[in-house]
Nanobody
Framework: QVQLVESGGGLVQAGGSLRLSCAASGRTFSTYALGWFRQAPGTEREFVAAISWGGTTTYADFVKGRFTISRDNAKNMIYLQMNSLKPEDTAVYYC????????????????WGQGTQVTVSS
């Protein structure tokens, strides 16, 4: 059993930065792959980034060079540092978890947070 809670969303101007946090509770956290997905109104949920239990990272092409995912197993936390934000990054961002290996489809993840809104103004 794992529970995830996101925080850190808000309103920023284009070109600005924001850091999202996800706090996890439960057992076997260190063996879970953790990721971030996002969803804008009227669109399907899309993969953003993920990190394995060993720290290997995977990114969607549209965020490479701008976003960085990290995890702190001792604190049961993961983070998404977002730089050079664009208006098209506006969405609700969700933290997700699954056992073992990293996958990029939302259907493969078993645990989800409530989401945090990110709005980028121009």
């Amino acid at each position: 059993q794992v529970q995830l809670v996101e925080s850190g969303g808000g309103l920023v101007q284009a070109g600005g930065s924001l850091r999202l946090s996800c706090a996890a509770s439960g057992r076997t956290f260190s063996t879970y792959a953790l990721g971030w997905f996002r969803q804008a109104p009227g669109t399907e949920r899309e993969f953003v980034a993920a990190i394995s239990w060993g720290g290997t990272t995977t990114y969607a092409d549209f965020v490479k060079g701008r976003f960085t995912i990290s995890r702190d197993n001792a604190k049961n936390m993961i983070y998404l540092q977002m730089n050079s934000l664009k208006p098209e990054d506006t969405a609700v961002y969700y933290c997700a978890g699954r056992k073992w290996e990293v996958l990029t489809t939302s259907k493969a993840y078993d645990y989800w947070g409530q989401g945090t809104q990110v709005t980028v103004s121009s």
